[in-house]
């Protein structure tokens, strides 16, 4: 494989995993789970921003 391949394989495993920390963050503090996963899967850094920042709907 390429090293441009093994980019795009690694910047999507880390979409993944910042998408699934920010929907799991924002379920259990009342918010949309599925909204912010995608937040965070298309614009990670702004996305665990947001979910630090939001306050707790419980």
Known sequence: MSNNTWFWII????ALVVAFICARVAGN???S???YG????????IG???VLVIKDRK
């Open 11 to 14: 910047s999507i495993a880390v």
């Open 29 to 31: 503090k009342g918010h």
């Open 33 to 35: 789970a599925v909204g």
């Open 38 to 45: 995608l937040l965070g899967f298309f614009l990670p850094l």
């Open 48 to 50: 665990i921003i947001v």
